[in-house]
């Protein structure tokens, strides 16, 4: 008997794990097929989904109803005209004469200045900008996997910084405040994120009554991990996305969308930019912060 | 499918060993064939081609070797005994065509690659041509006698264990084994453990480090600090070791576990003192194949200093090219064929003496030749090579670091690294051997069975177990 200890001992832990196991693998079984079915669909016409990001109105979705039936437009082009639409409307909602002051009021800091009492919220992406990025002075709330749902029981991953978000709000007023978060929460329901993310923003805003708020669109990822992936991808990106900007427009804070300088044609994020295919190489950050320098908000 | 993934586990091995298990041994080789068949079809995931290929080289290599058999047969009929012990025109003829095919589609399939786009190499392709080319060239140098039964055969050159990753085991190895074995209680009790030992290695270890050297990739090479360069390729060295020692160890339990026996494939590699012995204890098979049918049958050693030197350039840089079809890697054959040349000439002698001297200069050595090894762009090599070694040129060395990277990475992954050293040491092995029939090894391993269970399964995607971004 002494001799076989491992072999009894290892069958009854087999045996035990057997059933989890073969059910772990059904699962997944499942879940590929489902995405098989779902990349399916999404290749045909029209997308069930691509209305509920559609906030702009009759026009935008007659045009892409068109588009559609001409020629049966992808979900990516779709997402890419999306991605335009974005822009145009970015610099719209900018237009009102509170936010114009801002604007004149930043023009006057020195770039150097630009980011001082400024507060960076977000995941992983956010992290490489406070690591890889001269964004002089400002503070960074940051961890890889931060989402709306844990902002307050995370602990922040920034070197030198304080670990909680809590704590960095009760520290001083911030002049901005620039959020970027939304992939984490793709995997959960998508309207309970989009009401969390509400919720969490306004209470942000009250916490910090004189900081403007700056909602970021989140990153694409590259069009070769977006067709792979059933959740974590552009599709879904987009239509979070589109969720805050109307979180935005809706109460009068600041939408940016940094996609366009990191997207290729597809409106995808460039391969070129990337490894992982989801986080921008350590030299690419620095773009990003003279982005947001240059665009002044 | 790899060892180290739940559908192996939980679905093929119990399912495989069941019916294995039960079978008398001509039916055990006619399933170790058709198993390892269906094992190979799920690595390549059902491209029938590559399995055609595949059921192609043991039907044609076994004719091949009966071919050689009725040559010689017919030629001692015609001339009598006294030409016995040579070969004949036949024999050679056989042996050229054949050995033809077999590297002839190696080559094709590794340097197609570089005209023809969306050629992917047949998985194990590199393998199972060296275990075939091995047992022909036996069959042709009589140290083997040609296999009668093709099923044999078969479950000689297809079996799972061994298949996709070596070791590369030859045919008089197995040759009893394929027809009497006797599996036991106790040889299965060994397979497990090795068996778990192995995938602790490659899921606890390897997998863990090789996220330093994702990491580092993820930021790019322009952008760590030369400390981090260090690290990364120190994880790296770590995680290919207990990567490659780890499937190792798991087809070695596999194998006792079918009741065959394999050759070890490594042997403590990061305690060599030279590069020369390093070669001798690193994936131990490959080493035996390019010795036994390149370096030896070139000459060896046997003619004259520039002849083996020459010999041994031949060998490395043959040895560069079977990892991969990428200029890196014939660059990584040349640096061990230098390294190696210069120890020769002398070196090691020093080495060896002063041992400390020989484990620092190796400690330099490894990560560096793995440096080589891993990067396969060269633009991308000479940014990394500027990295460790910043003080060669200052002009090339640009680009925003984040000063902490090497302070953050190393709380992250110290753990694991530290961890890894020790496991290089042999020190696990020696425990393991000491203690291996007491209950409180079975019950750590069982633990180590347990966690990297745990690790395979949380790594499935799963957006809600971790947070990836």
Request: net charge negative; proline share 3%; with cysteine.
């Amino acid at each position: 008997m002494r001799k076989y200890h491992y072999l009894v001992l290892f069958m009854i832990g087999f045996l035990v794990l057997w059933p989890f196991m073969l059910h772990k693998l059904y699962i997944e079984q499942a879940k590929n097929t489902e995405t098989f079915v779902e990349q399916a669909q999404a290749e045909g016409a029209a997308e069930p989904e691509s209305g509920v990001y559609d906030v702009s109105g009759g026009e935008a979705q007659e045009e892409e109803n068109k588009e559609a039936a001409k020629e049966g437009s992808s979900g990516q082009t779709d997402a890419e005209q999306e991605t335009e639409e974005d822009t145009d409307l970015t610099e719209e909602t900018e237009e009102p004469e509170e936010a114009q002051e801002d604007e004149e009021a930043e023009k006057e800091l020195e770039p150097e200045e630009f980011f001082q009492d400024t507060l960076f919220i977000g995941d992983s992406r956010t992290m490489g900008l406070a690591e890889y990025a001269d964004i002089g002075g400002a503070v960074v709330f940051a961890n890889t996997g931060m989402n709306i749902y844990r902002l307050y029981s995370l602990k922040n991953a920034v070197h030198d910084q304080e670990p909680y978000l809590e704590d960095i709000l009760a520290e001083k007023q911030y002049r901005k405040i620039y959020l970027m978060l939304g992939i984490n929460e793709l995997g959960y329901d998508a309207e309970q994120t989009v009401k969390r993310y509400e919720e969490e923003v306004l209470k942000l805003s009250e916490l910090q009554p004189e900081a403007k708020i700056v909602l970021e669109a989140n990153l694409h990822v590259t069009k070769e991990r977006s067709e792979r992936d059933a959740i974590f991808n552009n599709e879904n990106i987009d239509r979070i996305n589109g969720n805050i900007r109307q979180i935005a427009e809706k109460h009068g804070f600041s939408y940016i969308d940094v996609n366009e300088i990191f997207d290729d044609e597809t409106g995808a994020l460039n391969p070129e930019c990337t490894h992982d295919e989801v986080h921008v190489l350590g030299k690419y950050y620095q773009q990003w912060a003279d982005w947001i320098r240059e665009n002044g908000i | 499918m790899v060892f180290s993934s739940l559908e192996f586990l939980f679905l093929f091995l119990p399912l495989f060993l069941l019916v294995y298990y039960l079978l008398p041994l001509r039916g055990k080789n006619i399933f170790l064939f058709l198993g390892s068949l269906v094992f190979y079809g799920f690595g390549i995931a059902w491209n029938i081609y590559y399995l055609v290929l595949i059921i192609a080289s043991v039907l044609l290599n076994f004719l091949a070797a009966k071919g050689m058999e009725h040559c010689r047969r017919k030629n001692r009929i015609r001339r009598g005994e006294e030409t016995a012990g040579k070969s004949s025109m036949g024999e050679k003829v056989i042996l050229t065509l054949s050995l033809c095919y077999n590297f002839g589609l190696l080559l094709f399939f590794k340097y197609a690659g570089f005209f023809v786009e969306n050629i992917i190499l047949p998985i194990g392709i590199s393998f199972y041509t060296f275990q075939i080319t091995s047992y022909l060239i036996d069959v042709y140098r009589r140290k083997t006698r040609p296999e009668q039964d093709v099923i044999r055969l078969g479950a000689y050159l297809t079996m799972f264990p061994q298949l996709i990753a070596g070791p590369i085991v030859n045919y008089s190895e197995v040759y009893k084994r394929l027809r009497k074995r006797k599996i036991t209680l106790t040889g299965c009790n060994h397979g497990l453990q090795y068996f778990t030992l192995g995938l602790g290695f490659k899921v606890l270890l390897a997998n863990q480090l090789g996220n330093l050297w994702e990491d580092i990739q993820t930021i790019g090479y322009e952008s760590i600090s030369t400390p981090l360069a260090w690290l990364g390729i120190l994880a790296y060295s770590l995680q290919i070791y207990f990567d490659f020692y780890g499937y190792s160890l798991m087809a070695v339990g596999l194998g006792k576990l079918l009741g065959f026996r394999f050759p070890d494939n490594f042997r403590q590699p990061y305690m060599s003192l030279s590069m020369t012995e390093f070669w001798r204890r690193w994936h131990i098979t490959l080493g035996r194949w390019f010795r036994e049918y390149v370096y030896i049958p070139f000459g060896g050693n046997r003619k004259g200093k520039v002849r083996q030197f020459f010999n041994l350039l031949i060998v490395w840089l043959l040895t560069g090219l079977w990892h991969g079809a990428n200029w890196n890697f014939l660059l990584w054959g040349l640096l061990l064929f230098l390294i190696i040349s210069v120890e020769k000439a002398g070196l090691i002698k020093v080495l060896e003496r002063w041992k400390i001297l020989g484990h620092l200069y190796m400690f330099f050595l490894i990560p560096v030749s793995w440096a080589v090894f891993a990067i396969t762009d060269p633009v991308m090599l000479q940014v990394y090579f500027l990295k460790l070694f910043p003080f060669i040129g200052g002009a090339g060395n640009q680009g925003v670091v984040f000063s902490g990277d090497f302070e953050k990475y190393i709380k992250i992954y110290g753990i694991g690294l530290a961890a890894g050293l020790v496991c290089c040491s042999g020190l696990v092995e020696k425990i393991f051997m000491k203690w291996r029939n007491k209950l409180w090894m079975s019950l750590l391993l069982l633990i180590i069975f347990g966690a990297a269970v745990w690790c395979m399964y949380r790594g499935l995607n799963d957006p809600f177990l971790y947070y990836r971004f």
